[in-house]
């Protein structure tokens, strides 16, 4: 069984300041973690994905994330906000349960707020 | 390469009624995976098909039922609407590998009145 707790439904910063949301995931097996962003109206889409190659994970617009299994956590950085970055971001995690493409398990989302 | 598509993008039906939304994957993708979301109950698995065949579901009940074509295209049926089944219903194509990236469809707004 897998879960995802995302800590904080809203995250307000200033533009140009660090944007931290967090994630901290259960898994008895091996997990695949995704962070995917959901902008109003659309359908999700992929930030970045951690498979075991890399700990720290590189994704599109500026944003990071680092695997730490002893905390099990996945948070999510980008060193500066832009306004642009205002949306729902959700952390997810799926394992390998023999059947292939495992239905992804996800937290509630971090609205994240960017103040001018 | 185009990206998931899904119709229609909105649909209103009433309670008892029943509906089917439609999902084309990207172009050599063979699993579909369906998801619910609502307020409430955030972002739920339903089900996935891969090569026709559902191969993971998720706890939902049996009103809620999918299949996939054999050009991977997939529709997902939902019979005696309930007030609770308002949601947006968003379907995810990979080539169906362990780990894979889902790549999301824009969703299907369903309203039921």
């Known amino acids: ?33 995704f962070w995917y962003v959901q902008y109003p109206n659309q359908g999700l889409q992929l930030l970045l994905k951690y498979t075991s190659a890399a700990t720290l994970v590189k994704g599109i617009n500026g944003f990071e994330a680092e695997f730490k299994k002893s905390e099990t956590s996945f948070h999510l950085t980008k060193p500066s906000a832009h306004m642009s970055d205002a949306a729902e971001y959700f952390c997810a995690v799926t394992g390998y349960s023999g059947g292939g493409a495992d239905g992804l398990t996800f937290g509630k989302g971090t609205h994240l707020i960017i103040q001018p | 390469k185009a990206g998931v598509t899904q119709t229609p993008r909105y649909l209103i039906k009433t309670r008892g009624q029943q509906v089917t939304l439609s999902c084309s994957p990207i172009s050599g993708h063979r699993s579909v995976s369906w998801y619910q979301q609502t307020p409430g109950q955030g972002l739920q698995f339903l089900f996935e098909y891969f090569s026709e065949t559902q191969r993971n579901k998720g706890n939902f009940p049996g009103r809620f039922s999918g299949r996939q074509f054999s050009n991977s295209r997939s529709e997902m049926n939902v019979s005696t609407l309930e007030l609770g089944d308002s949601a947006l219903y968003l379907c995810a194509s990979t080539q169906g590998s362990q780990g894979e990236t889902q790549y999301f469809g824009p969703g299907t707004r369903l309203l039921v009145l």
Not at chain 1, 7 to 30: I, T
């Open chain 1, 1 to 33: 069984a897998q879960s995802v707790t995302q800590l904080g439904s809203h995250v307000s910063v200033s533009e140009g300041a660090l944007v931290l949301l967090r994630c901290n995931y259960s898994s008895s097996v091996p997990p695949y973690l």
